[in-house]
């Protein structure tokens, strides 16, 4: 992983304009610089959301529950093939179709690290089978689970310190992507939403 912080990164604007590049590990020093990242949010076909669990080795808000994967794309390079390749490094999933569901730009301090996101975040869908095989890194990922939305809606609201700040947002986003596309959230277990 800390080869990972050498990484290239694209710094960009307010509206996703590349502006310069920077190693993944400078972007997040403090304060921060705008850069190009992504979130995946797996669902399968019941409608349940895969999370992981970040490995404590992470440099930035380990040992927390996020989306399915994050990273950032190369400067140059197509966000869904990034996407698509940390999901292979991370979880054995893919290649996957991957739909955009909107951007989220977010500034977080982890007061644990030192460290802060400050990422313009294309948040990105992946629906897949009930009965996918993932197959987590454990360098990567300490634990995964696959959740309703009502699920993690309840836990985002009791126990938010036990969450990556970005989720909130992710998910945000994916609600909208749905609603302003038609495509309706899958009924909970009592058949409503």
């Known amino acids: 992983m800390a080869d990972r912080e050498r990484h290239p990164v694209e710094l960009v604007d307010q509206t996703g304009r590349a502006v310069g590049i920077w190693t ?11 850069h190009r990242a992504f979130s995946v949010v797996v669902i399968d076909d019941t409608g349940r959301l895969l999370l992981q669990r970040r490995s404590a080795a992470k440099t930035r808000f380990a040992s927390l529950w996020a989306n399915a994967c994050c990273g950032h794309p190369a400067p140059g390079e197509s966000v869904a093939a990034s996407a698509n390749q940390r999901l292979a490094e991370e979880l054995g999933l893919g290649p996957v179709v991957l739909t955009e569901a909107g951007i989220y730009v977010y500034y977080a301090k982890d007061p644990a690290a030192g460290r802060v996101e400050f990422e313009y975040d294309h948040v990105l869908v992946a629906k897949v089978a009930g ?8 360098v990567e990922i300490a634990d995964i689970r696959w959740v ?3 699920q993690l809606e309840g836990s985002l609201d009791t126990n938010p310190q036990d969450y990556a700040p970005w989720l909130v947002g992710v998910i945000a986003r994916l609600a909208e992507h749905e609603s302003n596309t038609g495509l309706a959230k899958p009924a909970g277990p009592s058949g409503g939403r």
Do not use: F, T
Request: proline share 14%; charged share 25%; glycine share 10%.
């Open 24 to 34: 993944v590990g400078e972007a997040h020093q403090a304060p921060g610089r705008l």
């Open 131 to 138: 009965d996918v095989l993932v197959q987590p890194d454990p």
């Open 148 to 150: 309703s939305r009502q």
